[in-house]
T-cell receptor, first 112, second 112 residues
Framework: EPEVTQTPSHQVTQMGQEVILRCVPI?????FYWYRQILGQKVEFLVS????????KSEIFDDQFSVERPDGSNFTLKIRSTKLEDSAMYFC??????????FGPGTRLLVL | GNSVTQMEGPVTLSEEAFLTINCTYT??????LFWYVQYPGEGLQLLLK?????DKGSNKGFEATYRKETTSFHLEKGSVQVSDSAVYFC???????????FGAGTTVTVRA
């Protein structure tokens, strides 16, 4: 059964550094998403992406965040200058339709 | 705005016990409702869904019925197994933007 995959599984970075989180969505999916879960808090929507552009983004998704689908298979989330409060589990999701989203295993990001 | 409230855990049960996890929601319009499960060390897996009132979602012995009159989507399983130990998330998606709003998650531990 096809799955969404994410790399790396864990990332530790210094405050102010750039990080790129990578996702490979399921191959025939058209809709792509990033969510995050800060420890002890709810899973929060960050951004949705369709047809090579952002369709929706949350207040969290400010100018330090960007997404890209560089080669038709990968879907990346870049954080330009990480802050301590960016420490969280980041989940990628994809779907054939908007209605049902399939999640990857997550990348745990720790900003020191 | 949209929100999901689910019963707080942790919930500890013996094998073969009956499990109920309550979930209620607030939404504008007519959302789709989901239960996701997160097994230890893994990502979010779609467990079941319902897209309109009175629909029943079911999978792996779990069931949930979309109750519009009580704005609820309670998860039930008649006889749990140790392998059902996980965190269960109730979620909704709005048909305007399809971003998922999650509950806080309920940790379930099943003891042999």
């Amino acid at each position: 059964e096809p799955e969404v995959t994410q790399t790396p599984s864990h990332q530790v970075t210094q405050m102010g550094q750039e990080v790129i989180l990578r996702c490979v969505p399921i191959s025939n999916h058209l809709y792509f998403y990033w969510y995050r879960q800060i420890l002890g808090q709810k899973v929060e929507f960050l951004v949705s992406f369709y047809n090579n552009e952002i369709s929706e983004k949350s207040e969290i998704f400010d100018d330090q965040f960007s997404v890209e689908r560089p080669d038709g298979s990968n879907f990346t989330l870049k954080i330009r200058s990480t802050k301590l409060e960016d420490s969280a589990m980041y989940f990628c999701a994809s779907g054939v339709t908007q209605e049902t989203q399939y999640f990857g295993p997550g990348t745990r990001l720790l900003v020191l | 705005g949209n929100s999901v409230t689910q019963m707080e855990g942790p919930v500890t049960l013996s094998e073969e016990a009956f499990l109920t996890i309550n979930c209620t929601y607030t939404a504008t319009g007519y959302p789709s409702l989901f239960w996701y499960v997160q097994y230890p060390g893994e990502g979010l897996q779609l467990l079941l869904k319902a897209t309109k009132a009175d629909d029943k979602g079911s999978n792996k012995g779990f069931e949930a019925t979309y109750r519009k009159e009580t704005t609820s989507f309670h998860l039930e399983k008649g006889s749990v197994q140790v392998s059902d130990s996980a965190v269960y998330f109730c979620a909704l998606s709005d048909r305007n933007d399809y971003k998922l709003s999650f509950g806080a998650g309920t940790t379930v531990t099943v003891r042999a």
